[in-house]
């Protein structure tokens, strides 16, 4: 139950930061949209794939593998055009990158990120490690990184929603539930990844 209301309240949250910053108004407005929609929603709806109030719920497990790293690969789209343009603003601005919270840990989230899109190769094919390690641990590894690529993504979103931009725009209200969203959605991805695999990590 509390699943369904976090993944719309994700969906819903999107359609308002697109509504708010109104994408082709400016350069910088697509940054917040496409990262919005690569995490809060294509990143969120790609972890619960595997859940059976998932987009894939219902179908075989291998669909529901084909789907999570589809909907990945749309995420990784959207992160890299948000990515550039953030950065490209600046450079035209002539601002310095990476002074604020959000700028450095937004760096350091989409280093891990773009890391564990590629490691996921390998667990998508687990014979290529075959000798190296068991399908099983590469699983649980996987797990563990997604979980921390993806909270980290939810902090950066939330400091990204601290910023002037955003709270010139909304009532304190909207304020406290979107970084109130993200910081559940972090919590019900962890407590996910520890119910399935905390006995192999420990
Ligand atoms: C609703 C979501 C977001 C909003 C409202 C937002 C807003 C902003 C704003 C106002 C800036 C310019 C000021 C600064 O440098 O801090 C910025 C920069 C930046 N953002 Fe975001 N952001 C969001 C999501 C994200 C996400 C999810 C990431 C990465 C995963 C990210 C990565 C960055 C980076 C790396 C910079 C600094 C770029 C540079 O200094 O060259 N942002 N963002």
Redesign the pocket.
């Known amino acids: 139950m509390l699943h369904h209301i976090l993944r719309t309240g994700g969906v819903v949250f999107t359609l308002f ?1 697109t509504y708010l910053a109104k994408p082709g108004s400016s350069l910088f407005s697509y ?2 949209t496409l ?2 929609v ?2 809060t929603g294509l990143m969120t709806e790609a972890i619960f794939m595997f859940s059976k109030y998932g987009l894939a719920g219902g179908r075989l497990h291998s669909a529901k593998i084909t789907a999570h790293w589809l909907v990945l690969m749309l995420a990784a789209v959207a ?1 890299g055009v ?2 550039v343009t ?2 490209y603003n ?1 450079e035209l601005n002539s601002k310095p ?4 919270w ?2 450095s840990l ?2 350091s ?2 280093v891990l ?1 773009w890391l564990q899109l590629s490691v996921g190769i390998f667990v998508r094919y687990p014979k290529l490690l075959k000798s190296v390690m068991q399908g099983r641990t590469l699983k649980a590894i996987h797990g563990l990184f997604g979980m921390m690529t993806f909270g980290a ?1 939810m902090i ?2 939330a400091l ?2 601290w ?1 002037n ?2 709270q010139d725009k909304v009532p304190k209200l909207t304020l406290y539930s979107g970084v109130g969203l993200h910081i559940l959605l972090m919590f019900i991805v962890c407590k996910k990844f520890l119910m399935k695999y905390a006995w192999e990590i420990l």
Request: aromatic share 22%.
């Open positions: 930061v940054h917040p990262m919005t690569a995490f992160h948000g990515y953030i950065y600046k990158h990476y002074t604020s959000h700028g937004g760096l989230t989409s990120f993504a950066t979103v990204g929603l910023s931009w955003f």
